[in-house]
């Protein structure tokens, strides 16, 4: 019997080298996210962001699809629930304080599409599919992530997602900027993990204001500004780059 055959529908994840990585664990269904895994999204992540060891969080699929969507019997139990569902797991993930990046191979669709627009960046492997699809069953997308999906790739590009729920390849969700980077098959999971520990490497400080800035936040400047007084982290980076050494930034969320 396999291993998710074992365990049914999950998220799980590890932690290794201050990197987190959370596999969305439902390859019956394409990886498709039930009720109960929409539900678990937020509680993970506030753990995740409440430990200090965790610098960066990767998202991913198991095998060879990152997420197919929502599991549509769940919509039919009741679609409202199911959406609040969803965009609670998504803002859950756009607001987590450390940095977030999607590794994307195979099917990106519907709710899967949501959490990884939801992240920070988004890698993406040649031959992954992404789509939005709820005008194909008659579903209202939420205006927090249609929002979301505008900023990310204009209005332009948004309209033709949602209006006709088609897919696109990886070479125009780079092109349109839904993705940052794609990579040959097999050379995925080494990127994202070089990536990661670039990221798990840099200023938190640096990272944590500057996601409330690219958010659109204006009222936290000063905010920022002493909590830089107080970190130790520019003192830390300019000496580092004086004596020709790796920083050893030591900000976290927890002081803020």
Not at 34 to 51: E, H, V, Y
Not at 65 to 89: M, N, W, Y
Not at 223 to 244: I, K, N, Y
Request: glycine content about 8%.
């Amino acid at each position: 019997m396999a291993h998710s055959e074992l365990t049914g529908p999950r998220l799980r994840h590890t932690v290794a080298d201050s990197v987190a990585t959370v596999v969305i664990d439902h390859p019956a269904k394409r990886n498709a996210m039930t009720t109960d895994m929409w539900r678990a999204l937020p509680p993970l992540l506030a753990g995740l962001a409440a430990d200090p060891e965790v610098r960066v969080v990767v998202l991913t699929g198991a095998g060879p699809t990152f997420c197919a969507g929502a599991d549509i019997s769940g919509l039919r139990a009741s679609a409202t629930e199911a959406q609040e569902l969803a965009v609670a797991a998504e803002e859950a993930l756009a607001s987590f304080p450390k940095p977030t990046l999607a590794a994307v191979r195979g099917y990106c669709v519907g709710g899967g599409a949501q959490l990884a627009a939801a992240c920070d960046l988004r890698f993406a492997e040649e031959g992954a599919s992404f789509g939005i699809t709820p005008a194909k069953l008659g579903i209202v997308y939420a205006a927090s992530s249609t929002r979301r999906l505008v900023d990310l790739v204009g209005p332009a590009t948004a309209k033709y997602l949602l209006f006709s729920g088609e897919l696109i390849d990886s070479a125009r969700a780079l092109r349109t900027g839904l993705v940052d980077e794609v990579h040959a098959p097999g050379e995925l999971d080494k990127r994202v993990g070089e990536f990661a520990r670039v990221l798990a490497s840099r200023s938190l400080l640096t990272q944590a204001a500057a996601k409330e800035f690219a958010a659109g936040r204006v009222d936290r400047s000063a905010h920022w500004a002493e909590q830089a007084r107080g970190s130790g982290d520019t003192a830390e980076g300019v000496a580092a780059f004086l004596e020709r050494r790796a920083p050893r930034f030591t900000w976290s969320p927890a002081e803020d």
